[in-house]
């Protein structure tokens, strides 16, 4: 994910990064770096000049770019991330909650960077229906 002020943008991925288990794997740590949890891997990094501006989401939208969505275990870890993004400071842009307009048993919340990437963290109790052919 591109951002404009690498360190400024870790003050919100780092107690996201630490809630949701990712830790650093590659990078310099003052321009980028990725993070995993042994099965995603997300690098942020500065970009100057900026190649892209996004708006800030309003919330209407179905789809928005520059979304990310990560699939957790349980619940009770949306909430955790959840929480420790609160407690960090941070507001989110959708909070936890069932969100059956995205299939059965769906629960997730989402924030938002400075640089308006979206990050979404969600759990399907219910599995999903299989896709048409």
């Given at each position: ?53 996004r708006?800030m ?24 991330i ?27 919340v ?24």
């Amino acid at each position: 994910m591109e951002v404009e002020n690498f360190s400024e943008a870790m003050k919100f991925y780092a107690p996201l990064f630490a809630a949701a288990g990712f830790g650093k794997g590659w990078g310099d740590g003052k321009s980028y770096a990725g993070h995993t949890n042994g099965g995603y891997t997300l690098f942020i990094g500065e970009s100057k000049p900026r190649r892209v501006t996004r708006r800030m989401p309003t919330g209407e939208e179905f789809v928005v770019t520059d979304h990310v969505g990560f699939s957790v275990g349980r619940r009770e870890d949306v909430d955790a991330i959840d929480a420790a993004m609160r407690k960090a400071g941070f507001k989110p842009l959708f909070p936890a909650a069932e969100l059956p307009e995205f299939g059965p048993g769906f629960y997730a919340v989402t924030y938002c960077d400075a640089d308006n990437n979206v990050i979404e963290f969600g759990h399907r109790s219910v599995a999903a229906p299989a896709a048409p052919n």
